[in-house]
């Protein structure tokens, strides 16, 4: 196992680890001020050119001298287009649609440049890359953390060569980071992030990142209690001010509405706020990323600009509601102070045994 996991110990001060929130919301504003004030930040790549991502990188070197860590998606199959065809079709009648096209996310230049310009993290989500794609990022430096939704995809991780599991449980927001996302309700009951982290500190050697429905300092304690070395927040960073957010999910994120797991936008399974298109279109979306994402793009680049929460992915973990308005390196802040008031708490507690 690389040994760069303690290296970045040395330099978080405390055990918060920022999501990679694609799509927007990730900044390297947002990247330095978590680094800067003693977490580790994440740089998401997801949806960028290797060379939007390479400028991301140099701006977030600009603006911090911490470590910090990029994602990447691992890409899937293309999906038959059979398998689309109805339900763009039920799309079509009331929206303008952009063609359902496949691609790989621009896999292979992000591996090579992420080579060619080493970060001290590349973390990976929707599958394992092959182990000789990790070696080549092993030879260059860089730890490698695979995002895991069950001991499955553990086994497979750590295999391959993992230095570190991000453990995700179904509580989190945005995607799901199945490995596999599987085309029709199959009766599989995705695991809670507790469950999730008893599973696999019995069945690996792995460091665990957790990561789902953390909000604040008791969650990060709970999540360390039951092994993790580390806590990611995502949701909880989405009103910072160098956040990327839209205003309309901004504005959404402070209110009581419930969460929902749809692929009604992309394609595949995530967790976001509730709102007339996920109510609509949820029963029928399939399995269809990353052609639907491309597809619905337009209708979401249009209620984003006209504000219409309704027609907006909402992405948001089941703790949204706790979301505070406040510069993200003093939420940092706060978050360790609390998390340190909680475990003391818990140590202090007396514990009767019967």
């Excluded at 310009?117 to 260059?140: K, M, Q």
């Excluded at 696999?200 to 429905?213: F, K, S």
């Excluded at 609509?280 to 619905?296: D, F, V, W």
């Amino acid at each position: 196992m690389s040994e760069t996991w303690t290296v970045i110990l040395d330099h978080a001060d405390v055990p918060i680890v920022l999501a990679p929130m694609a799509g927007g919301p990730s900044t390297p504003e947002l990247t330095a001020a978590v680094a800067d004030a003693g977490g580790f930040g994440q740089l998401a790549a997801g949806y960028l050119s290797a060379a939007d991502t390479g400028a991301r990188i140099t701006a977030t070197r600009a603006a911090t001298g911490k470590p910090f860590g990029v994602n990447l998606f691992v890409p899937g199959p293309a999906t038959p287009s059979a398998e689309l065809t109805d339900y763009l079709a039920e799309l079509g009648a009331d929206y303008e649609l952009a063609d359902a096209k496949f691609d790989t996310d621009d896999w292979d230049a992000k591996l090579d440049l992420l080579v060619a310009d080493p970060v001290a993290v590349v973390s990976f989500t929707f599958g394992c890359p092959s182990a000789a794609e990790i070696a080549r990022l092993h030879a260059v430096g860089s730890e490698v953390w695979v995002t895991v939704t069950a001991p499955a995809e553990a086994h497979v991780a750590a295999g391959a060569g993992a230095d570190v599991l991000i453990a995700q449980g179904a509580e989190a927001g945005g995607h799901r980071a199945t490995f596999v996302d599987r085309p029709a309700d199959d009766g599989t009951d995705p695991l809670g992030l507790l469950a999730l982290l008893q599973l696999l500190a019995a069945g690996t050697d792995r460091p665990l990142v957790a990561t789902g429905g953390i909000a604040t300092g008791a969650g990060i304690a709970a999540a360390l209690a039951a092994g993790a070395v580390a806590a990611q927040l995502g949701t909880v960073f989405l009103r910072c001010p160098e956040a990327g957010t839209n205003r309309a999910h901004r504005s959404a994120l402070t209110t009581d509405t419930p969460t929902m797991l749809t692929r009604a936008f992309t394609g595949r399974r995530a967790r976001g706020l509730r709102n007339r298109f996920l109510v609509e279109h949820t029963a029928t979306a399939p399995a269809g990323y990353p052609e639907i994402h491309y597809a619905t793009a337009p209708l979401r680049s249009a209620a984003r600009a006209a504000g219409n929460a309704d027609e907006i992915n909402l992405w948001a973990g089941q703790t949204h509601a706790l979301t505070p308005e406040k510069p993200a390196g003093e939420l940092v802040r706060e978050l360790a102070a609390d998390t340190k008031i909680a475990l003391e708490k818990a140590l202090s507690r007396r514990i009767q045994c019967y």
